[in-house]
C-alpha cells in the first residue's frame, strides 16, 4: 500500500523483504530479497535508498543505527525503532514521558511472575518483549495456576517476557499521527478497533465516544509521538475505560492496520502522508471526507484452498456492496488468522455503513440504500 501511494507521487520504492514473492514486490521498483534483521543486508540495502523507512519495527536497529552516525537518513529514527520493537522497554519509555498505561512489570521466572499476579490480579496479561506482532506474543493467565502454560506458550521465560495489569476497557481506540521533517504534527480522527483472539478485525471510523474522549485520545497520542524522534506515521493503540480513563496500549512507528480505511475515506492516505512524511513533502490533511467508514480485515478462515473459498465469498459479496473497496493483499499462503486482505466500507452515516458490513457479511439481506 505504500508503493501504491509511492507510484501516485513518483517516488521510487526500493524493497527488502525475505520473501521472494512478497506482496510489494510486483507494486516496488526494485525488490532486494533478504532480511531486514541482518546486518551486512541492511547495510548494503542502505546504499540504494535516499531515505530509509520501515514497514515493520523488527529490523536490526542497532545497524540503522550504526548508519545513522555514518548519515544515512533513517525516518522515523533509529531511537525509536529501537524502543518501539522492544514492547517493555517501549512502557519504560512512556512511562518515563508520563503517559498513562496499565501497570507492568518484566518477570524472569515462576517467583516473580506469581509476585505479580499477586500485585496486579488476574487474568494476568503476560507479553514477549520483542517479535511480538497479531497477539502471538501475548498469552492470558487466568489464576496463578495458569502461569506456566502460559508461559510455556510463549516459549519460556528465556524469551524475554513481561506482564501487565488487565486493562478493563470498554473500548479500544486508534489515532494516527504524521509528523513531517518541518516537526509539522497532524493527528487523523480517532477511530474504534475491534480485535478478534487479539487481532485486529474491525475498525471504524470515526469512534463512536465523546467529544471530551477524542480529546483525552488525541492528547495522549500526541504526547507519545512527541517523545520519540524522527518522521512518518505513528499509530497509537489505546484503551478507553469505563471511567473515561485513556490508557497507552502500544505504538507502531509506520502505516498500522488502524490506518488502512485513511485510504477511502480520508482526503490523504496514512500511506501517502507517510511518504510525505519521510521525503520531507509538505503533510496531507488528515480528515474525513466520507461521513463513516468501516474497515473489515479478511483473516484467513482454514488454511489453504479451503480457506480460499471462503475469503472469495466474502469479496464477491463486498463488490456487490456500494462504497465498498477490496484490497486483496495476494500473500502467498493461506494460513488460519492470517490477514489475507481487507474491505473497506465508506457512507453517508455509521448506521448504513453498518448494514453494508452486515449484508456483506452475509448477515442479513442487502439493502440498497
Ligand atoms: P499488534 O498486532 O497490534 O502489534 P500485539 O501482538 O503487539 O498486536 P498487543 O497490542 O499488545 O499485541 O495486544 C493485542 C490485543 O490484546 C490488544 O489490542 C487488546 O485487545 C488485548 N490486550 C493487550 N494488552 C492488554 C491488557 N493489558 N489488558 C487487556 N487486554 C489487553
Ligand atoms: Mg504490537
Ligand atoms: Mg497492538
Known sequence: MLCEAASQLAIKVVILDPMENCPASNLCHYHMVGSYDDSATVEEFAKRCGVLTVEIEHVDAATLEKLEQQGVDCQPKASTIRIIQDKYLQKVHFSRHAIPLTKFVQIEDLES????????????????KRLAYDGRGNAVAKTEDEISQAVNALGGYARGLYVEKWAPFVKELSVIVARGRDNTVLCYPVVETIHRENICHIVKSPADVSWKTMKLATDVAY??????EGAGVFAVELFLTSDGQVLLNEVAPRPHNSGHQTIECCFTSQYEQHLRAVVGLPLGDPSMKTPASIMYNILGEDEGEQGFVIANKLIGRALNIPGATVHWY?????RKQRKMGH????????GIVEARLKSMLGEEI???Q
Open 343 to 350: 474491505v473497506t466500507l465508506v457512507g453517508p452515516s455509521m
Open 113 to 128: 511472575a506469581k509476585k505479580a499476579g499477586e500485585i496486579f490480579g488476574y487474568p494476568l496479561m503476560i507479553k514477549s
Open 366 to 368: 442487502e439493502d440498497d
Open 223 to 228: 504526547k507519545a509521538v512527541s517523545s520519540l
Open 330 to 334: 495476494d500473500k502467498p499462503e493461506m
